[in-house]
C-alpha cells in the first residue's frame, strides 16, 4: 500500500533484554524470536507505506546517544525500552529532547503484571502507548503513527 507520505521514516528502538525474545517467558512476550519480530514490523511497515529502520542496545547510554542522533534521520519512532521503561530518566530526558513522536510498545500487559511495571517515565513524552497486544502492539503503533504523520 502507498500512502504517497513524505514523512515515513520510522525508527524502531527496543530496549534490555529484548535481543533475547524467544528465550523470555513465552505467557508474558510470545514465542516469536527477535529476528522474526522485526521482519514482521518490517512488512507490516512496508504495507502500510512506512520505511522501519531499527536498533536494540542493553546499553542504556547507547540508547540516549541514539535518540540523540535522530534528529534528521527518522520522522517518527516505535520504542520499547524493556525495563528501562519503568525507572530511565535519563531515556525520558533524551526523548524529549528528540522531539520527534513517538508511540510506546510493550509486548506484555505491563498493567496487569508486577507493581513497578505499572510506571512508565516515558509514557507523557509519548503520543500512545500500546501494551498487551504481542506482535500485533507495534502494528498499532505504526498506524498511530502514520495517522501523526499524514497531519
Ligand atoms: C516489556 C515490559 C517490561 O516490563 C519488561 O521489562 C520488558 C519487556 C514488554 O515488551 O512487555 O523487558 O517492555
Not at 502507498?2 to 520510522?10: P, S, Y
Not at 514482521?40 to 540508547?63: K, P, V, Y
Not at 530526558?93 to 510498545?105: F, H, K, S, T
Request: aromatic share 6%.
Amino acid at each position: 500500500m502507498t500512502t504517497g507520505l513524505v514523512a515515513n521514516r520510522i525508527e524502531v528502538m527496543h530496549g534490555v533484554n529484548l535481543d533475547q525474545l524467544g528465550r523470555r517467558p513465552a505467557t508474558h512476550y510470545g514465542t516469536l524470536t527477535f529476528d522474526e519480530l522485526e521482519q514482521r514490523i518490517t512488512a507490516d511497515a512496508r504495507e502500510l507505506g512506512l520505511e522501519a529502520r531499527f536498533f536494540q542496545t542493553n546499553h542504556e547510554g547507547e540508547f540516549v546517544e541514539h535518540l540523540h542522533r535522530l534528529d534528521g534521520l527518522a520522522d517518527g519512532i516505535v520504542l520499547n525500552p524493556g525495563a528501562w521503561t519503568h525507572y530511565s530518566w535519563a531515556i525520558r530526558d533524551a526523548l524529549e529532547l528528540c522531539g520527534l513522536p513517538a508511540v510506546e510498545v510493550h509486548l506484555s500487559d505491563v498493567d496487569a503484571r508486577e507493581d513497578f511495571r505499572k510506571v512508565s517515565v516515558v509514557r507523557d513524552h509519548c503520543i500512545a502507548t500500546v501494551k498487551g497486544r504481542g506482535p500485533d502492539g507495534y502494528r498499532d503503533a505504526l498506524v498511530r503513527l502514520r495517522e501523526e504523520l499524514q497531519k
